[in-house]
């Protein structure tokens, strides 16, 4: 028996119920220069509180081959507590297998892959000014005291609270090694309908419109085909997952859509005419409209990006070229499950 399956009913535990293990991370902090009143963001030696699965509670949850930043990687997930996890790739299980987990978290670098379990702050949190620069190199551990001579700590307290829930509600420690919360891989439309790739969810992530849920390659394909591609797939589901997982990807599509509409047309709203304004607070409550309606209110907000992206005639509008795009046009036939094609790109004559 694999270290995964079970007999008789499956294990649970709640990722809470898992014991700890400490272990150090550098992470970044915003301090001010006692001697200059400057803002500075510095790195720091942390130790923080990792869960551990040492009874293997962790169960498969499938494995995929992804477009990967370099090429195509594997990714394996886990499930625990209802919560999804891949395993990291390419940390040394066994040397130390925790070297590192401030990319993971985002504090070192504003661009690592896809393992943002924490925003990256632009802003100082001290003093609200813009960062641009910081140090990686530590320059002493969290609570030494020579540090505190030379800098005003009093936000880090705040900030190594911060960082220890997020880690601990977002990684696991398993015998294969440190997973990190993530969700499913999407299939992404390349430009030009040439291609349907599936993507690490970060990635994923920059393309909202292009990207469909794992269960949803026909939908992928035939958008790329709305396009007037000839789409050749990339990646691939090796071991599909035991049960599915509810698909967020026409959510995302929607309030991306929506919000490009809402912050467009902002200050044109004197300009509307009364039937588009009412369309532009649908965009504007997007999410609570499909929180409240689900699958009616998600093609209510649909239609209400796609109306204020045309005119009367049902070209695109003057005002909208180079906010409406043919693979707008398509996610949103797709989703209300139309057949005609996408809307040109640029306005009617």
């Given at each position: 028996m694999?270290?995964?399956?079970?007999?008789?009913?499956?294990?649970?535990?709640?990722?809470s119920?898992?014991?700890?293990?400490?272990?150090?991370v550098?992470?970044t902090?915003?301090?001010?220069?006692?001697?200059?009143?400057?803002?500075?963001?510095i790195?720091?030696?942390?130790?923080v509180?990792?869960?551990?699965?040492?009874e293997?509670?962790?169960?498969?949850?499938g494995?995929?081959?992804?477009?990967?930043f370099?090429?195509?990687?594997?990714l394996?997930?886990l499930?625990?507590d209802g919560?999804?996890?891949?395993?990291?790739?390419?940390?040394?299980r066994?040397q130390?297998?925790?070297?590192?987990?401030?990319?993971?978290?985002?504090v070192?670098?504003?661009?690592?892959e896809?393992r943002?379990?924490?925003?990256?702050?632009?802003?100082?949190?001290?003093?609200?000014?813009k960062?641009?620069?910081?140090t990686?190199?530590?320059?002493?551990?969290?609570g030494d005291?020579?540090?505190?001579?030379?800098?005003?700590m009093?936000a880090v307290?705040?900030?190594m609270?911060?960082?220890?829930?997020v880690?601990?509600?977002?990684t696991?420690?398993?015998?294969?090694?440190?997973?990190y919360?993530t969700p499913?891989?999407?299939?992404?439309?390349?430009?030009?309908g040439?291609?349907?790739?599936l993507t690490r969810?970060a990635?994923?992530?920059?393309?909202?419109?292009?990207?469909?849920?794992?269960?949803?390659?026909?939908?992928?394909?035939e958008m790329a085909?709305?396009?007037?591609?000839?789409?050749?797939?990339?990646g691939?589901?090796i071991?599909?997952p035991?049960?599915?997982?509810?698909?967020?990807?026409?959510?995302?599509a929607?309030?991306?859509?929506?919000?490009?509409?809402?912050?467009?047309?902002?200050?044109?709203?004197?300009?509307l005419?009364?039937?588009?304004?009412?369309?532009?607070?649908?965009c504007a409550?997007?999410?609570?409209?499909m929180?409240?309606?689900?699958?009616?209110?998600?093609?209510r907000?649909?239609?209400?990006?796609?109306?204020?992206?045309?005119?009367?005639?049902?070209?695109?509008s003057?005002?909208?070229?180079?906010?409406?795009?043919?693979?707008?046009?398509?996610?949103?036939?797709?989703?209300?499950?139309?057949?005609s094609?996408?809307?040109?790109?640029?306005?009617?004559?």
């Amino acid at each position: 028996m694999t270290q995964h399956e079970t007999v008789g009913m499956p294990r649970s535990t709640a990722l809470s119920d898992l014991p700890l293990v400490s272990r150090e991370v550098k992470a970044t902090f915003d301090v001010v220069g006692r001697a200059t009143g400057k803002a500075m963001r510095i790195t720091m030696h942390a130790t923080v509180g990792i869960p551990y699965d040492e009874e293997g509670h962790v169960e498969d949850a499938g494995s995929f081959q992804v477009d990967d930043f370099d090429g195509r990687s594997r990714l394996n997930y886990l499930r625990l507590d209802g919560g999804l996890y891949a395993l990291r790739h390419g940390l040394d299980r066994w040397q130390k297998p925790f070297l590192g987990l401030a990319r993971e978290l985002d504090v070192l670098d504003g661009f690592t892959e896809d393992r943002r379990l924490m925003p990256f702050a632009t802003r100082h949190g001290v003093t609200g000014a813009k960062i641009n620069s910081w140090t990686t190199t530590p320059a002493g551990r969290v609570g030494d005291p020579y540090l505190e001579t030379i800098y005003d700590m009093s936000a880090v307290p705040a900030r190594m609270a911060e960082l220890r829930e997020v880690i601990a509600r977002n990684t696991v420690l398993t015998a294969e090694g440190l997973a990190y919360r993530t969700p499913y891989p999407s299939w992404v439309v390349g430009d030009g309908g040439e291609s349907v790739e599936l993507t690490r969810p970060a990635r994923a992530d920059t393309s909202p419109v292009r990207a469909f849920g794992i269960d949803r390659l026909d939908d992928a394909l035939e958008m790329a085909r709305r396009m007037g591609g000839n789409p050749a797939v990339g990646g691939r589901v090796i071991v599909a997952p035991d049960r599915a997982e509810p698909d967020d990807s026409a959510r995302r599509a929607a309030i991306h859509l929506a919000d490009d509409m809402r912050i467009f047309l902002s200050q044109q709203l004197a300009d509307l005419d009364p039937e588009r304004v009412r369309l532009w607070h649908d965009c504007a409550n997007a999410e609570a409209i499909m929180d409240a309606m689900g699958t009616d209110g998600l093609s209510r907000v649909f239609k209400a990006a796609r109306s204020l992206a045309v005119d009367n005639e049902g070209g695109l509008s003057a005002n909208a070229v180079g906010r409406w795009s043919g693979y707008d046009a398509a996610r949103v036939g797709i989703e209300l499950g139309e057949i005609s094609a996408p809307l040109p790109i640029g306005p009617r004559n």
